[in-house]
């Protein structure tokens, strides 16, 4: 694996935030050919939350896409079982779109008032940048955030697969994320604030860990239901609904469904939709930083998140 470890000694040339379409707004940078800026100025001057609103929030790579199946599977469970659910057809992505990639980027105005209850939504934007109607209603958010050397590698990975560039250095990549140079970071900025109102307003904002997810699937799956209003029965515990849940949304069971394999969804950039699905691992970037590269993100996140009780 020598090959692959970042030195953080490249001689290639770097990528520009800019040849990325990163922009720098509102104090975070946007991955603007994926969310536009107007969309996001729009998502904020109209969106309407309801109470009743699920909103699935999250940095790209810190596991999106598995969280969305098992909100989508859970809240949805009484009408469909698992052998008819939409998610043997479509993209998790498909089923809960995001406001700045996909509702406000196609309209600037959309009508979501026609959305069955509870509307389910998804956003990679940070805490301070949401409609603020979002803030001042009763509505759930669910934030899920990974390790930030997991992260990288797997931004890496899909940055190179979205954009064609095959030849990127990964200590290019390691080096933005390092300053917060990436897409929706920093990476310190938008965890702490769903952290800190997590804290503030914990049955408004639920803050999950892939490595938790991962570790006790049962007890972080029970959890994510019941916090969204859908808690499982004795009965359906006892009948094993949780376990089929956790199965079906699994990494393997995902990744080797055809509309995940072949498929890609409409209007999007994202050439494919198995870019979604890599390994699937907790600690895959032993394999690609060394540890000069580990002590300096950790030192750049101690220093960070030092006046917090956040931690990584
Ligand atoms: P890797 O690149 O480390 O494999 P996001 O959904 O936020 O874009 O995150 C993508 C990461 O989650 C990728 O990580 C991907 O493989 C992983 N992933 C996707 N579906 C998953 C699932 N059902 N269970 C666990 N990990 C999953």
């Given at each position: ?60 790579k ?13 809240v ?14 479509a993209?998790p ?11 406000y ?20 934007l ?15 958010i ?9 992260i ?80 499982f ?70 220093e ?9």
């Open positions: 694996m020598e090959s692959k470890k970042s030195s953080l000694a490249s001689s290639t040339p770097n990528i520009s935030p800019s040849a990325q379409g990163l922009t720098q707004f509102q104090g975070f940078w946007i991955p603007t050919l994926i969310a536009p800026i107007s969309s996001i100025i729009s998502f904020q001057k109209y969106f309407q939350a309801l109470d009743e609103d699920i909103i699935v929030a999250s940095k790209p810190a596991g999106t896409t598995w969280l969305k199946a098992l909100v989508f599977t859970i949805n469970r009484h009408s469909y079982k698992l052998s008819n659910t939409p998610l043997n057809s993209n992505h498909q089923l809960i779109s995001h406001f700045e990639i996909k509702f980027k196609e309209n600037l105005n959309p009508d979501l008032s026609k959305i069955p209850s509870p509307r389910l939504f998804s956003t990679h940070p805490y301070p940048m949401l409609a603020d109607s979002i803030k001042r209603s009763n509505c759930r669910v934030y899920i955030t990974r390790n930030p050397f997991d990288v590698v797997s931004s890496w990975h899909f940055i190179k697969g979205v954009h064609n560039l095959p030849d990127w250095p990964l200590e290019d990549c390691f080096e933005m994320f390092c300053r917060g140079e990436e897409s929706y970071g920093p990476f310190w900025e938008h965890a702490l604030g769903y952290w800190n109102m997590s804290m503030e307003k914990p049955s408004n904002i639920l803050f999950m860990r892939y490595e938790e997810l991962k570790e006790d699937p049962v007890a972080q799956t029970k959890r994510l239901a019941e916090f969204l209003g859908f808690p029965s004795i009965e359906e515990e006892k009948t094993g609904v949780v376990n089929q849940i956790i199965d079906f949304c699994s990494f393997n069971h995902l990744k080797e469904l055809e509309v995940n394999k072949t498929g890609k969804m409409p209007r999007s950039i994202i050439p494919s939709n198995k870019l979604f699905f890599r390994s699937g691992k907790v600690g895959d970037y032993i394999n690609y930083l060394s540890p000069t590269a580990v002590e300096l993100l950790s030192n750049v996140l101690k960070k998140l030092s006046e917090s009780s956040l931690t990584f």
